[in-house]
């Protein structure tokens, strides 16, 4: 199936720190491509994260995936001299519905740089090295993306595609709201964009489509993406009780030792290892973003010097 892969660097750090990385990025990319017959449709990379539109055809992407990100974090873990994770928590893939989205995805992805301010306009974004944009336009050599499942659904004639989807992307240059086109897979999105969509209508954050989509993807024997392992609220609530606090205490500022000590392993918890947004922690346990951030760093070394911590809280630390 098509799937959107977005993957992004632990607490928003950088992945890419020179246009060196970025080479040895793209020879995997190209090299995996190959070897595992998979189609490549879009593909941007920026500083913090990077955005591929796949459809494998032999091998599934989570062995895709795994040998990507595992062998270029090892060179670049040994290349700038660190230690330790590069990548946030697992990567996120949605499972598309070809037929609706392959289009909207391709031109959404190489959009990007512009609406992230790397490049000025349609004219730089062109010569941008960084983005299957040029790809498409015949300004790389670059051999990601297969040519010839792209341009032909703009027209038979290279040229003429290459014009047409020129001017696909062009209509969607200045649009303030890209993702309200792909968030169909969720319910409250689908409502919204839609008002006469059926309550009892299937919906899955990890699949993007309509809900005739959505029941043919989950009744299928294919896997998902995972789920996270457990929601915030139930993080709260094994914490809280591990060290033997009520919940209600976490939503109001305190210096108790025990509650601040729950919110740090909580904000570390959930930001590193569940991969929920910071803003949602934030709304949770009455902090800004930046004192999220500031409590999973906190959380981090409490969890590493603390044995009876880790003990107590053994069942959640295992995430």
């Known amino acids: 199936m098509l799937q959107h892969v977005i993957v992004r660097g632990i607490e928003k750090r950088p992945i890419f720190l020179d246009d060196q990385d ?70 996120k893939s949605i499972v598309c519905d070809k037929d609706s989205y392959l289009l909207e995805l391709v031109r959404y992805i190489h959009l990007n740089p512009v609406r992230a301010g790397i490049v000025a306009d349609l004219v730089a974004l062109a010569a941008y090295r960084w983005c299957g944009h040029g790809e498409l336009l015949g300004r790389s050599d670059l051999p990601l993306i297969q040519l010839d499942e792209v341009l032909p659904l703009f027209s038979k004639r290279r040229k003429d595609a290459r014009q047409r989807y020129k001017s696909f992307v062009a209509e969607r240059l200045h649009d303030n709201h890209p993702e309200a086109r792909l968030s169909r ?110 409590a999973a760093k906190r959380g981090e070394k409490l969890l590493a010097t603390e044995v009876n911590l880790v003990k107590m809280l053994k069942e959640i630390t295992e995430l």
């Open 22 to 91: 970025r080479e040895d990025f793209l020879y995997r990319l190209r090299t995996l491509l190959t070897d595992s017959e998979t189609i490549c449709y879009a593909w941007v990379l920026l500083d913090n994260h990077f955005h591929l539109l796949l459809q494998p055809k032999q091998r599934p992407l989570a062995e895709f995936m795994r040998r990507l990100l595992t062998g270029y974090a090892v060179v670049f873990n040994l290349r700038h001299q660190r230690a330790g994770h590069l990548f946030q928590n697992r990567y």
């Open 185 to 294: 897979g969720g319910r409250r999105a689908s409502m919204a964009l839609d008002p006469s969509i059926d309550e009892d209508t299937v919906f899955d954050e990890r699949i993007l489509g309509g809900g005739h989509f959505v029941e043919q993807v989950l009744s299928a024997s294919c896997p998902l993406p995972d789920k996270p392992p457990m929601s915030l609220a139930e993080l709260a609530q094994r914490v809280a009780a591990g060290l033997q606090i009520e919940p209600a205490t976490l939503r109001i500022p305190s210096k108790e030792r025990n509650i601040a000590r729950a919110k740090a392993v909580i904000s570390y918890l959930a930001v590193r290892k569940l991969g929920i947004k910071g803003l949602d922690v934030a709304a949770m346990l009455g902090y800004s973003s930046t004192a999220v951030s500031q």
